[in-house]
């Protein structure tokens, strides 16, 4: 059972534009959403991270929005350069809230920006 | 600072080796994951260390998978009679968590392994 969903798995966009990727859960206890940029040969890095009692994070051009009742978060990259072309993980853990801090991910999202 | 260190960057070995990798958290940080990332399977947790509690081992995947973290600080990892399946990047995560709560985790650069 695939506790953390992930779409789409691939993404091309042009330069400028808004990359969009979602993914949906199912653990209502998850209390801490983190998304992860990894580039080929690179462990995964820390983009951005929220936590169930807000419903949108901004850092620069990446935000976060939270859906709690619809158990779905999505990860928006704003005026997307070549420099973001990577792979995007989504994760869920409890660590926020007990002692299972380990992360669940999502398969991946290949985003590629075209110049 | 430095961040999480892992070693070797690649492992090449024969099928029914035993492999060790080693894992160096970034300083201060009690807690220490390790994580496996695989084509078909994604990144899959394997086991959670933190502080002087018993570790999680929850995510290995059989008993030729092992664990320890001396000193609360160095983690290694090892696989013993490898097979081709644990072919693999293996990642370190560290995270300084206090008490009761989580923090973010920070992951070393990976071991590629291959098992041939």
């Known amino acids: 059972q695939q506790q953390v969903k992930q779409s789409p798995q691939s993404l091309i966009v042009q330069k400028g534009g808004i990359s969009i990727i979602n993914c949906a859960y199912e653990?209502?206890?998850?209390?801490?959403f983190p998304w992860y940029q990894q580039f080929p040969g690179k462990g995964p890095a820390l983009l951005i991270a929220?936590?169930?009692?807000?419903s949108e994070k901004k850092e620069g051009r990446f935000t976060i929005s939270f859906n709690k009742s619809a158990k779905q978060f999505s990860l928006h990259i704003m005026d997307s350069q070549p420099g973001d072309s990577a792979t995007y993980f989504c994760?869920?853990?409890?660590?926020?809230?007990?002692?299972?801090?380990?992360?669940?991910f999502g398969k991946g999202t290949k985003l590629s920006v075209k110049p | 600072g430095a961040g999480v260190s892992q070693s070797p960057s690649n492992k090449v070995t024969e099928k029914g080796k035993d492999v060790e990798l080693r894992c160096d958290p970034i300083?201060?940080?009690?807690?220490l994951y390790w994580y496996r990332q695989s084509l078909g399977q994604g990144l899959e947790f394997l086991i959670y260390?933190?502080?002087?509690?018993?570790?999680?081992k929850s995510g290995l995947p059989s008993d030729r998978f092992s664990a320890e973290r001396t000193g609360g600080s160095v983690s290694t990892l090892t696989i013993q009679r490898t097979q081709q399946e644990d072919s693999a990047v293996y990642l370190c995560?560290?995270?300084?968590?206090?008490?009761?709560?989580?923090?973010?985790?920070?992951f070393g650069p990976g071991t590629r392994l291959t098992v041939t």
């Open positions: 995560a560290s995270s300084f968590d206090p008490p009761g709560q989580g923090s973010e985790q920070y």
């Open positions: 653990n209502t206890a998850f209390d801490y």
């Open positions: 300083s201060g940080h009690t807690a």
């Open positions: 260390f933190q502080g002087n509690s018993a570790p999680d």
């Open positions: 994760a869920a853990s409890m660590g926020f809230g007990g002692s299972q801090g380990n992360l669940i």
């Open positions: 929220i936590r169930p009692d807000v």
